[in-house]
């Protein structure tokens, strides 16, 4: 078989020594904690990006050459498949994420363009089991064809809805055949450019539609696998409905969704809701609904999903420490939800980039390992609340007061003590000793 990155060996584990093609944090059989890094991480390569992306942006076209060769769009549809297993298997990832539009070009009717889809999804089944690589989560581009203009399950246009349907269920049953661990719905265009010709209410409830349908179809089939909402505020859309964690479980609620849909996590998205990413997981987690992540950074003040690789270990570090506090990944895991800058135009530059994120992640979840042994962090948490654990305290907590018993209660206190100090400079301090002692 053709190889389509001569130049680059299998990545090894080299230490921080180590040349520019080789991990040096990141080393996959390190046991932490009775399980490897590699089984603890869960690491997957996104095929839009890895395989489609080409640098195209508003202001000008591609700089980097995703053909691999192929010489017309089925060709490179089929190169896309072994270039990107051959990047897995280099990279030692186990899995990968993708739309069912990523490998398979759309043709003139929806019933052709799912036969193609149907060919191509064989090709990727044999490399699976030839490189045994795993799907974590697959999903539909509802959002890049012009008649998802105005959305898909939150169209003006009953059709596209019945459309976008299709779309749905065909991209389930292919997920249900690749025996993929999940199904992200991320809301592309499901939301409004202005309130002015929108029906808020209606598109809410037809998005709640969608999902319930596609929760009962995909259990129908055999899916056993999660759901994800994958929250993201705004981009395309001027206002996105599922915002951010809490406004998708307040949506999720609404519309009984609860059992069978989680939170797939992107960082990029949540610094755009205006959170850091460690928030968005930490009230995912409080609430039972994380799920998985899409790993990445924005530019720190650019107000856009530029999706870079992530390479903030202060930022992974507290991700982590959330990740970690959830229980770790089950169904999930890290998506490189990610992409080269479009000056990176060397065909080795992907590997560095999945080579920078999966060590930030590495290290990030090492060093949020270490935070969480270490105990001196939790221990001032649990001590700085320690005032609900008995008394009126304990009493609050278990729900057995009242505003009456409260007042006398309150009555009797005197003054209130003054508070106790929160220690802010303190366990920062104690955060950069951990990490860099
Ligand atoms: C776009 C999203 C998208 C999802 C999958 O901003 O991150 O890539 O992860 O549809
Ligand atoms: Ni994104
Ligand atoms: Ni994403």
Known sequence: MKEFFPKVPKIEYKGVGGDALSFKFYNPDE??????????????????????????????????????????AMETAKNKAYAGFEIMDKLGIDFFCFHDRDVAPEQATLAETNK????????????????????LWGTTNAFGNPRFTNGAATNCNADVFAYAAAQIKKAIE?????????????GGREGYMTLLNTNLGL????????????????????????????????????????YDVSTVLGFLR???????????????????????FAHELCVARENGVFGSIDANKGETFNG???????????????????????????KGGTNF???????????????????A???????????????????????????????????????????????????KYAMDLGEVSTNKSGRQEEFEAILNSIIFG
């Open 116 to 135: 193609v889809l149907d060919e191509y999804v064989g090709i990727i089944e044999e490399l699976m089991a030839k490189y045994n690589k795993k799907l």
């Open 357 to 407: 994120g999966m060590d930030a992640m590495a290290l990030g979840f090492k060093l949020a390992s270490k935070i969480i042994a270490d105990g001196r962090l939790d221990a001032f948490v649990d001590d700085r609340y320690s005032s609900f654990k008995s008394g009126i305290g304990a009493k609050i907590v278990a729900g057995t007061t009242n505003l009456a018993e409260l007042e």
């Open 254 to 276: 609404k519309y009984d969704l609860m059992d069978d849909f989680k939170m797939n996590v992107e960082a990029n998205h949540a610094t755009l809701a205006g959170h850091t």
């Open 337 to 355: 939800d990610a992409k080269l800058r479009r000056a990176s135009t060397d065909p080795e530059d992907i590997f560095k980039g999945y080579i």
């Open 31 to 72: 046991v932490i904690n009775g399980k490897t890094v590699k089984d603890h991480l869960r690491f997957a390569m996104s095929y839009w990006h890895t395989l489609c992306g080409d640098g195209t942006d508003i202001f000008g076209k591609g700089t980097q050459d995703k053909s691999f060769g192929g010489s017309n």
């Open 304 to 330: 856009w999903d530029t999706d870079n690789f992530p390479t903030d270990v202060y930022d992974t570090t507290m991700a982590m420490i959330q990740v970690i506090k959830a229980g770790g990944f089950t």
């Open 203 to 242: 598109e809410l409830d037809n998005l709640g539609r969608m999902l319930t349908m596609a929760r009962d179809y995909g259990r129908s089939i055999g899916f056993k696998g999660d759901f994800y909402i994958e929250p993201k505020p705004m981009e395309p859309t001027t206002h996105q409905y599922d």
């Open 174 to 186: 292919i997920t249900v055949r690749l025996k993929g661990e999940g199904y992200v719905f991320w």
